[in-house]
C-alpha cells in the first residue's frame, strides 16, 4: 500500500509572496528567463518583482489566494530571494504571522525533503 502525501504546504499558503519585497540583482531576472514584464527597477543594481515595493505587497507572479490555494507563474524562474525561503523558516514563519496563518508545524526530516523538491 503506497501512502498519500499531503500536498506540498506551499501550494497552500503563498504568504511569502505577499509580505516581502523581492529585490534581487538586475542580471538575474535575464538570466533565468524571468520575463521583464514581472519586474520593477529598483535603483542602477537591483529590481523587484513586481508588486512587491508597496506598502501591502504581493507578486504579480501570485497566483490564488494567500492561505488557501496559490502557485507561482513563473516558479522556474524564480529569483533567487524565492528559492532562499524555505517552509518552516523564520521568513516563511513571519509572512504566515503577517497573515494570521499559524507557523508551519513540520518535523525535521519534513523540512528536509520539502526544501528540496515542490511539485510544479
Not at 501550494?11 to 514581472?38: Q, T
Not at 513586481?50 to 490555494?69: H, S
Request: proline share 8%; net charge neutral.
Amino acid at each position: 500500500m503506497t501512502a498519500v502525501r499531503d500536498p506540498h504546504p506551499c501550494l497552500a499558503c503563498g504568504a511569502c509572496c505577499a509580505a516581502f519585497r523581492v529585490s534581487f540583482y538586475w542580471g538575474e531576472g535575464p538570466e533565468r528567463g524571468l520575463p521583464e514584464a514581472l519586474t520593477e527597477r529598483v535603483n542602477d543594481f537591483y529590481a523587484c518583482m513586481r508588486g512587491t515595493w508597496r506598502a501591502a505587497p504581493r507578486c504579480t507572479a501570485l497566483q490564488g489566494e494567500v492561505g488557501q490555494a496559490t502557485q507561482c507563474s513563473v516558479y522556474a524562474a524564480r529569483p533567487s530571494p524565492c528559492r532562499e525561503v524555505q517552509p518552516g523558516d523564520s521568513q516563511c514563519t513571519a509572512a504566515r504571522a503577517r497573515h494570521q496563518l499559524a507557523p508551519l508545524a513540520l518535523a525535521q526530516s519534513e523540512l528536509e525533503s520539502l526544501c528540496t523538491t515542490i511539485p510544479a
